[in-house]
């Protein structure tokens, strides 16, 4: 255990605390580089109707990844208590808690996506000659929704460990993938934004796979046992209570730029690419 964790409670408080969030604070900016990828590809390779379709969906996969990462974190906040509590058994319990909360809301986020998405894209005036990409696009996304979901719950309870620097590697590493396969589906297999999104899911997965394999080779405390799948409704009633909030917390400002989105769509596609670009300029600069 001393090799992946850190201990949070000895040495200066302020080197732990930065040793700590600022991996987090570039896996943040990395998460940020799978729709900026996507929409710099298509924009480049595939044309400004391709970049506009990406552009429009930005604010709805800000909206899930917004979701999903609260709610894992707010899962995993029983692991952290328990860990530094030395409760290895209960820690355990809260793992697989959090790993059977994560797959039943993520399949109901993944079929609730996929079925309201037409109205949702009507809803947000989404112009009518980039409609069908912008369609394919985030539908693929929607349906890769547990592939995020695995990597940020795997995230958040390394993070509960104290550990904050392998999640970042391996999103990193997925990162690179994702850009690698946004050039080989769009270039030489001509996918257009269907290829973006099947691209963004695979090196989500891989990311989670990484983060899977890593722990279950390095972090022998959290290898799951038999009797730790015998839940109580309360272990997993005080985790639904700390995570839905934090996930409507992380997810709310998505909801005001849908609403500026719903309003840019109006003006047409071309505007919508320009906004686009504009704002993926912006994100790298600030």
Avoid at 30 to 43: K, R
Wanted: include cysteine.
């Amino acid at each position: 255990m001393k090799a992946v964790q850190q201990d949070m409670t000895s040495g200066s408080p302020m080197k732990i605390i930065l040793s700590f969030t600022f991996p987090i604070f570039l896996g943040n900016v990395f998460q940020q580089f799978y729709n900026m990828a996507d929409a710099v590809i298509v924009g480049k390779f595939v044309g400004t109707g391709a970049l506009a379709a990406v552009g429009s969906t930005g604010t709805i996969m800000f909206l899930i990844y917004g979701f999903v990462v609260g709610m894992t974190a707010g899962f995993t906040v029983l692991t952290a208590q328990k860990f530094g509590a030395g409760d290895t058994d209960a820690m355990r319990k809260t793992v697989a808690g959090a790993s059977v909360l994560s797959l039943i809301i993520g399949a109901v986020l993944t079929a609730a996506f996929m079925l309201l998405m037409k109205p949702w894209l009507e809803l947000m005036n989404t112009p009518e000659d980039i409609f069908r990409d912008a369609y394919s696009y985030i539908m693929i996304i929607s349906a890769g929704i547990l592939a995020q979901m695995l990597y940020n719950l795997l995230a958040s309870i390394l993070r509960a460990l104290g550990n904050s620097r392998v999640p970042l590697y391996f999103l990193i590493l997925s990162a690179l993938l994702n850009i690698v396969l946004d050039l080989v589906l769009i270039i030489f297999f001509h996918m257009g934004t269907a290829g973006a999104a099947v691209a963004t899911v695979i090196s989500q997965g891989v990311s989670g796979l990484l983060c899977l394999g890593y722990i279950v080779k390095a972090v022998p405390a959290l290898r799951l046992r038999r009797e730790d799948w015998h839940l109580s409704g309360s272990l997993l009633g005080i985790q639904l209570r700390i995570g839905i909030p934090m996930a409507l917390q992380y997810s709310i400002t998505a909801i005001g730029t849908m609403m500026v989105q719903s309003s840019l769509n109006i003006l047409g596609s071309t505007l919508v690419a320009a906004f686009t670009a504009a704002s993926k300029i912006e994100q790298v600069v600030t």
